[in-house]
């Protein structure tokens, strides 16, 4: 899934999505019900007539960015109040205040809402937090079970949590599995902690999860992390990294990452990368991204963000290939030598501050 963080995907619009053939993008709760607030794209047809994306939404449930981004918040069993990092306005949100929100963008796939500990977290924090997690998932599941959710032909996916700790981890995955959900994300990873232990709880959480549900780990999409995730049994994934990286005029290729403001760029003619068949490549040169950026052209930004979008599309296209094949581990080697130690790029979650 591309990030659209506020309801678009930065520098690009719906028919470059459709274009893109990307048939989900994430958009964050937090942020649209700040602004423009859910009863205004209620009005507009939800996000799908808002924005005029033919595809499908999943959105969020605004828990994380309220523990990362606003600064004065205070956890009640009830939910979170917290400061408005746009106005200063005190607001309220709860698994109920959050399904409703969700429900009125008239989102494909509602996330329940979850607290998302930091990385590295105190021990003795991970068993409260997961309390109030699990009680949170119940209430969310609840009200949308209640408020017509499954009449309106959308789904609910639950979240793991457990912090850091395994044994909380793979109970959290079971708990949550129990409550039977359309599909699974595995939430609170990917907030700073070596991508190793990242992959050590997927282990010991992703047997926990239904096979025949989707499995989606949040947050995650350097190219490395999504193929060996992938073996892992993760389904879904959603980043900020390819569209982040190209604003700042770094392009994904086949053959690593590529930074092209470098000089040695300046009158290189060759695609962005020879082995995409994405329009930009097809069309333009690296010399030419590279002059786009130095001129502080807009273009260049909205050319590099179509090229790193279509390169991670078919980087999954060839994922599902490769596993149709029996080679993914030759996949993953492949992109090992591409992205692995020295130029590794690390998954981020939020995009609008
Ligand atoms: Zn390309």
Redesign the pocket.
């Given at each position: 899934m591309p990030v659209g963080t506020r309801a678009a995907v930065k520098t690009l619009d719906a028919a470059d999505i459709d274009a893109l053939g990307f048939p989900l993008i994430l958009a964050n709760t937090y942020h649209l019900l700040l602004r423009p607030g859910p009863d205004l794209i209620r009005e507009a047809g939800g996000l799908h007539g808002f924005t005029g994306f033919n595809g499908n939404f999943l959105t969020d449930s605004g828990g994380f960015q309220v523990f990362s981004l606003s600064k004065l918040r205070k956890v009640t069993s009830e939910g979170v109040v917290f400061r408005s990092h746009l106005d200063g306005a005190m607001v309220e949100l709860s698994p109920e205040v959050s399904i409703d929100t969700q429900l009125k963008l008239g989102s494909d796939i509602l996330m329940v809402m979850d607290e998302c500990l930091a990385y590295p977290h105190p021990p003795e924090a991970a068993e409260p937090s997961l309390r109030i997690t699990m009680d949170w998932e119940k209430r969310s599941l609840k009200y949308f079970n209640s408020h017509g959710g499954p009449e309106s032909g959308s789904f609910l996916f639950g979240i793991v949590q457990g912090g850091f700790d395994r044994e909380l981890r793979q109970r959290a995955a079971s708990l949550t599995a129990e409550l039977g959900f359309d599909g699974y994300a595995v939430g609170g990873l990917s907030v700073g902690e070596p991508p190793a232990l990242m992959h050590e709880l997927l282990d010991l959480v992703v047997p926990e999860l239904p096979e025949s549900k989707p499995r989606y780990l949040m947050g995650v999409g350097s190219p490395l992390e999504v193929v060996r995730a992938v073996a892992q049994g993760i389904d879904l994934f959603d980043c900020v990294l390819p569209t982040r990286l190209a604003r700042h005029a770094v392009l994904l290729t086949w053959k690593g990452k590529l930074k092209i403001r470098n000089q040695v760029y300046r009158s290189d003619f060759l695609?962005?990368?020879p082995d995409?068949?994405?329009p930009?490549?097809k069309r333009y040169s690296r010399a030419y991204l590279r002059y786009l950026f130095h001129a502080g052209e807009f273009t260049g930004m909205r050319l590099a963000t179509l090229?790193n979008l279509?390169?991670m599309s078919s980087l999954m296209k060839e994922i599902r290939q490769a596993i149709r094949e029996e080679r993914l581990a030759d996949l993953i080697r492949k992109i090992e030598v591409a992205y692995g130690a020295g130029n590794s790029i690390h998954s981020q979650h939020d995009d609008a501050i």
């Open positions: 695609p962005p990368d995409c068949s994405c930009v490549c090229h279509a390169f």
